[in-house]
């Protein structure tokens, strides 16, 4: 028998401390983490999305009344950043969660979110840096790959 391990880094990094634009990406999912329109769960959710010709695009939860008609933050920053940007890498993203007229302390992303980050990181070529926005804290995983070990598509040995 054979067993392996996967080992990843997560780094919880003070806010201030994050790199001007990393600051200004957690930022801007929070901003729109406002805009969400989530009626149903109310719980509103905000990522954007650092390309790496320094733009930024952002989306939030869509809901439907037709329940999973409705689309996750990350899933809606990360296809707009796909449809408009296709040849340019994404650098980062970061989440961010309103609830009950607070941030959330901290969200990560859902499995299928996961497999789309994990999708957007093979298909460039370059680590996806993923931000998940806290009160004062912002923890980091440096690469996509590191939030979804054992993916499809992704079997690492
Ligand atoms: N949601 C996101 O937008 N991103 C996540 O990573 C997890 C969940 C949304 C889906 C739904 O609109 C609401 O949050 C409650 O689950």
Same mark, same amino acid.
């Given at each position: 028998m054979e067993e392996k391990e996967w080992k990843i880094k997560v780094s919880i990094v003070p806010e201030c401390e994050l790199p001007a634009d990393e600051r200004a990406l957690v930022e801007a999912a929070r901003a729109a983490?406002?805009?969400?329109?989530?009626p149903y769960s109310e719980f509103r959710?905000? $990522?954007?999305?650092?390309?790496?010709?320094?733009?930024?695009?952002? #989306?939030?939860? !869509?809901e439907n009344a037709a329940y999973p008609s409705g689309m996750c933050a990350e899933r809606i920053a990360l296809?707009?950043?796909?449809? !408009?940007?296709?040849?340019?890498?994404?650098?980062?993203?970061?989440? $961010?969660?309103? !609830?009950?007229q607070a941030f959330v302390e901290r969200i990560s992303p859902c #499995? #299928?979110?996961?497999?789309?980050?994990?999708?957007?990181?093979?298909?460039?070529?370059?680590?996806?840096?993923?931000?998940?926005? #806290?009160?004062?804290?912002?923890t980091v995983i440096s690469r996509a790959a590191d939030m979804l070990p054992f993916g499809f598509g992704s079997f690492r040995t």
């Open positions: 983490a406002l805009q969400a329109y989530a959710v905000g $990522a954007a999305v650092l390309l790496e010709n320094d733009v930024t695009v952002t #989306g939030n939860n !869509q296809f707009y950043a796909g449809a !408009q940007y296709p040849s340019v890498p994404v650098k980062a993203l970061a989440v $961010a969660a309103w !609830q009950n #499995g #299928g979110c996961r497999q789309v980050l994990l999708e957007t990181e093979m298909r460039s070529g370059k680590p996806v840096r993923i931000l998940l926005a #806290g009160k004062n804290e912002v």
